[in-house]
């Protein structure tokens, strides 16, 4: 993790420069920002940002380019959520990688998660930039990836979320925006971009169209989503949308809604049982369709792939080297470690297809700090605009030193939350 340049910024530290890099965000952003944000970057080589950049366009372009897994990636989708007028890739992608420690003791990540989903990428953007500004950062190290600075991160963003229209016929959909912890990187985007934000259950449907209302309260024409609404928060809110997500619009989607379900923890079982053995593959830890785990045959794959596994039924059973998770579940919601064979049986059958059990990784503890090591999950953001590349854009850290990496599940600690990676 560049040791000396982890020193250096440690000793060079004050705590008043922490809280001008706070007061800066929410100045930019024009808003509170309501999750934690550590106090300190990470310092990568440029060979570890690759690899794991690599790795993430390399299992989405297999995914992509694989009937079998999209056709039942595609049944997985709920009812009514199958959103018509798909675009030909996603516009935004995530993948997530844990920092462990290998064999030789040397770092190696791990694919965590993979989504088809944009994230806080203008918020991003704006966190490295100030960590550069306020702690002093040395022009000699990078953020951007693929050749990018600032401008033309927000130029492949503009492509990408504007496409051929202009700004006023293109809004940032959300659930409730306004109250939701990512509005800084809505309004930082808004911004830069000159769309609207909306709510999208104030959108109004007329015919095959669909309009907003501007801050005058005209009814204006949508020509392009951003889509930034998840689907699992619609069902769980029990939000009726005023327009058919399923029927035909004349609109086009930045972020069609349905790559959330494309692209997803539901691919990891498919990466991990089948397909040529490549570095990429060698990131993903097995794992298993809680239906099939239970059935036998997922059992025996994870433990044939050399996760520790008890045999047998015995409800009581632990399964300690194993996750559950919830396939289309955001924000590490509804993840339980350990769970026991009773917990997975619990599961109504009709329901277990939309879990999978995963081998858990144990991060390295490998950022010094002043209050000891911190671990380190690191998202690469892609952006794939209309007739371009899949393209790695930036990276984004969170740092924790809890079972969860989350910015929620640390929010009582210090040096650790929402964090950006430097380079050199």
Not at 239 to 245: G, K, R, S, V, Y
């Amino acid at each position: 993790m560049i040791p000396e340049f982890r020193a250096a910024y440690n000793r060079a530290f004050r705590p008043e420069k922490y809280l001008r890099l706070l007061e800066n965000l929410e100045l930019e952003a024009g808003t509170h920002i309501g999750f934690r944000v550590a106090e300190t970057p990470i310092f990568l080589t440029r060979e570890m940002l690759d690899e794991m950049a690599n790795a993430g366009a390399e299992l989405t372009q297999r995914l992509m380019s694989w009937p079998e897994y999209l056709t039942a990636a595609r049944k997985a989708i709920p009812a009514g959520y199958d959103v018509a007028g798909d675009s030909a890739h996603p516009h935004f992608l995530t993948a997530d990688f844990a920092l462990v420690e290998g064999t030789d003791r040397k770092l190696e990540p791990k694919l965590v998660e993979i989504q088809a989903f944009p994230s806080v990428f203008g918020y991003q953007a704006l966190l490295c930039h100030q960590y550069r500004e306020v702690f002093g950062i040395d022009r000699s190290f990078g953020t951007f990836l693929s050749g990018l600075d600032e401008d033309g991160f927000w130029e492949l963003m503009g492509r990408a979320v504007l496409g051929k229209y202009a700004p006023e016929n293109v809004v940032l959909a959300e659930v409730d925006p306004l109250h939701q912890k990512t509005l800084p990187d809505f309004l930082l985007t808004s911004k830069r971009l000159g769309i609207p934000v909306v709510d999208i259950a104030t959108i109004e449907p007329a015919g095959r169209k669909l309009y907003y209302r501007d801050e005058a309260g005209r009814l204006t024409p949508i020509h392009r989503i951003y889509n930034r609404a998840i689907a699992d928060e619609i069902i769980v809110r029990g939000i009726e949308l005023p327009f058919d997500l399923t029927s035909s619009w004349d609109v086009e989607w930045a972020g069609h809604p349905n790559w959330y379900f494309l692209v997803s923890k539901f691919s990891l079982p498919w990466l991990t049982a089948t397909g040529k053995v490549t570095d990429a593959r060698r990131t993903i830890p097995p794992a298993a369709f809680v239906d099939d785990f239970l059935a036998g045959p997922g059992l025996t794959r994870l433990a044939e792939a050399g996760v520790p596994l008890r045999a047998g039924d015995d409800r009581a059973t632990v399964y300690e080297s194993l996750l559950l998770k919830p396939l289309f579940s955001f924000a590490g919601k509804g993840i339980q470690f350990a769970p026991t064979r009773a917990d997975l049986e619990a599961i109504p059958e009709a329901e277990r297809k939309n879990y999978l059990v995963q081998q858990r990784m144990h991060f390295a503890p490998t950022i010094e700090t002043p209050h000891g090591r911190t671990q380190a999950e690191i998202r690469i953001l892609y952006i794939w605009p209309d007739e371009g590349n899949l393209t790695p854009a930036l990276s984004l850290v969170r740092l924790g030193r809890g079972k969860m990496m989350g910015v929620d599940h640390n929010r009582d600690l210090e040096w650790v939350g929402a964090s950006a990676a430097f380079w050199r």
